[in-house]
Nanobody
Framework: QVQLAQSGGGSVQAGGSLSLSCSISGDTSIDTCIGWFRQAPGKEREEVAAIALDIGGTYYADSALGRFTISQDNAKNTVFLQMNSLKPEDTAMYYC????????????????????WGQGTQVTVSL
């Protein structure tokens, strides 16, 4: 079973940058993918980005494209989300999740049923 532990986040002014980390432990498989999601108060959970651990393929939601970068370390046990040009509307609790899927279908698959979720980390962007 996979376990996820998040770190990073915090508060920043609009236009700034923050980085999130998702440390992976336990048994991953060749088709394990990691997705990042976020949820703001009173809003539904939103997909952000995903990466397939085996081949490194990535996928971004429109809101993240061009501003956020998802990556992994060489050992494939930590996934990062680098967030640049942050906007107030990026303010939310961010979660990483793990499951078995391709990079293309990762976010939709994890939304339906992830194997594991991180504990969440707050990102606050002020004007």
């Amino acid at each position: 079973q996979v376990q996820l532990a998040q770190s990073g986040g915090g508060s920043v002014q609009a236009g700034g940058s923050l980085s999130l980390s998702c440390s992976i432990s336990g048994d991953t498989s060749i088709d394990t993918c990691i997705g990042w999601f976020r949820q703001a108060p009173g809003k539904e959970r939103e997909e952000v980005a995903a990466i397939a651990l085996d081949i490194g393929g990535t996928y971004y939601a429109d809101s993240a494209l061009g501003r956020f970068t998802i990556s992994q370390d060489n050992a494939k046990n930590t996934v990062f989300l680098q967030m640049n040009s942050l906007k107030p509307e990026d303010t939310a609790m961010y979660y990483c999740a793990a499951g078995a899927a391709t990079w293309r279908s990762c976010l939709s698959s994890l939304s339906s049923g992830a194997e594991a979720w991180g504990q969440g980390t707050q990102v606050t962007v002020s004007l």
